[in-house]
């Protein structure tokens, strides 16, 4: 289990209140240092599981002091393991027990903390997502879907996939817009840079050519929802972030690219397909994202939040959803259409 170094900065002598609001949380140790600059500063480590407990007891009681502060450090080892020491501590009356059952194990600010990580309006965001581009156009031009999925390794877009879906799941609108920003900006440069490949390099596309991502099919929806999954949980349990990220960007970058590319080699009805595409992609990738996070108990620590969380959530679920049918049956009834201008 992973181990989480809390820091508490508080002004003045505090020991006997912070030991009292910690009294009923079990910890792996805490200890003080002396206050120093009508300063004190306390350590505590505990598992990560215990985390939220942790912050929530302290920031009830403390919140509103001057100088109050808590930062939170992942521990990469410790020797000995706490966990080697739970028989010792047991028996010495002290006892780590796990989450109880009614708490998230994850820490939100954590969640966020990492979900938001390079989640930025940058030049290196622009540059890569052009990359990324650039390489997958290639890969289709030539029909080679190894340089398709090697495009994917360098596409910047799992943060803001996964940063929407816990905007909604928590009723942020604040990290909603700037998610929505982010990934509209990563697809409206990927679209840009295939048009213009597509205007430099014309082609003609062919039923041969299964880069191109023409087609739509419910395993299509299979693996953007799994992707939206595994996304999820690459931030809330196991982080394969950089696998993932390819997984998320498998399932975006290439309709994108093939729709720029069909526009500016003129098949205005081929482009159809791919846009569908990667607008239901995008609906299943977030759909499953927010439910994920619902399934783990991911929601605000303050009861009113928690219920305007809520109503967010199941809005969300059936705006997606109904999204979700709509383009499905576009795409479905409406796939003759384009396919007539093959």
């Known amino acids: 289990m992973p181990l989480r170094l809390i820091e508490i900065r508080l002004p003045g002598d505090r020991t006997e209140e912070v030991s009292e609001t910690l009294a009923e949380i079990p910890l792996v140790e805490k200890y003080s240092m002396k206050p120093a600059n009508g300063r004190q500063i306390w350590h505590i480590l505990a598992f990560g599981d215990q985390v939220e407990a942790i912050v929530d007891a302290?920031?009830?009681?403390?919140?509103?002091?001057?100088?109050?502060?808590?930062?939170?450090?992942?521990?990469?080892?410790?020797?000995?393991?706490?966990?080697?020491?739970?028989?010792g501590l047991a028996e010495s009356g002290e006892r780590l027990a796990p989450a109880s059952d009614d708490k998230a194990p994850i820490n939100i600010e954590e969640l966020y903390d990492d979900v938001t990580h390079g989640m930025s309006i940058s030049w290196p965001y622009v540059t890569m997502i052009a990359v990324s581009a650039v390489v997958a156009a290639v890969g289709i031009y030539r029909d080679d879907i190894i340089m398709v999925i090697a495009a994917m390794i360098i596409a910047p877009l799992l943060s803001p996939a996964i940063a929407l879906a816990l905007a909604t799941a928590m009723a942020d609108l604040k990290l909603g817009k700037r998610a929505i920003k982010v990934g509209l900006l990563g697809s409206l440069v990927a679209v840009v840079v295939s048009i213009g490949f597509g205007v430099v390099m014309p082609f003609e596309p062919s039923a041969e050519m299964q880069s191109l991502r023409i087609q739509i099919g419910v395993l299509d929806v299979v693996v953007a929802a799994s992707a939206g999954i595994a996304g999820t949980l690459s931030f809330t349990g196991v982080k394969p972030g950089g696998v993932v990220g390819v997984m998320i960007a498998v399932a975006l970058v290439p309709p994108l690219v093939s729709f720029g590319m069909l526009v500016g080699a003129g098949y205005l009805a081929l482009a159809v397909g791919p846009l569908l595409l990667s607008v239901i992609n995008t609906i299943c990738i977030n759909l499953a994202g927010v439910v994920t996070f619902?399934?783990?108990?991911?929601?605000?620590?303050?009861?009113?939040?928690?219920?305007r969380a809520s109503k967010a959530l199941r809005q969300g679920v059936v705006l997606w959803l109904v999204l979700l049918a709509a383009l499905a049956a576009a795409g479905y009834f409406a796939g003759d259409y384009w396919r007539a201008f093959w």
């Open 294 to 307: 619902a399934i783990q108990r991911v929601e605000p620590r303050k009861r009113w939040e928690e219920e």
């Open 58 to 87: 302290l920031e009830d009681n403390f919140s509103l002091e001057e100088g109050f502060r808590i930062i939170v450090f992942n521990i990469e080892a410790a020797i000995p393991h706490p966990e080697e020491e739970v028989d």
